[in-house]
């Protein structure tokens, strides 16, 4: 029984994270980007480090990981490798996720618009090209 409970679980919280990632809106994530997150930090090919790393490959890729960028011990050592999830939990509450950072974007109230944000970041492997 307890298995079965375990699958049911595991099922449905795949079922609600491709229902979320099929609602998300790339495009709008994009105007998300260049409204909120532009200002500190750049995607796509041919990006840089700024105020905040470069954005190339950000899932699956490990926190404090961007050559070149002088990241706070907090954010070096949390340990955390970005998935959506992870992700969407620091877009809501930076501090909160890693107390110690010092991205001072204070984070994205509403969901959809992490969703969005998400999706949009999503789309950019590590070379800056969309996949």
């Given at each position: ?28 994530g ?21 105020v ?52 001072i ?27």
């Amino acid at each position: 029984m307890k298995r079965k409970y375990v699958c049911l679980v595991a099922a449905a919280a795949w079922a609600g994270s491709v229902a979320g990632a099929m609602a998300a809106d790339a495009a709008a994530g994009e105007t998300v980007f260049n409204t909120k997150c532009k200002v500190c930090h750049q995607i796509g090919e041919g990006a840089k480090n700024f105020v905040g790393p470069e954005l190339n490959g950000l899932i699956g890729r490990t926190t404090g990981s961007v050559e070149g960028y002088n990241y706070s011990d907090a954010n070096k050592n949390s340990g955390i490798t970005w998935d959506e999830a992870k992700l969407k939990e620091y877009l809501a509450n930076p501090k909160g996720v890693i107390p110690g950072t010092k991205m001072i974007f204070s984070g994205l109230s509403k969901e959809t618009d992490r969703d969005n944000l998400v999706a949009y970041l999503a789309q950019f492997g590590a070379d800056g090209k969309k996949k």
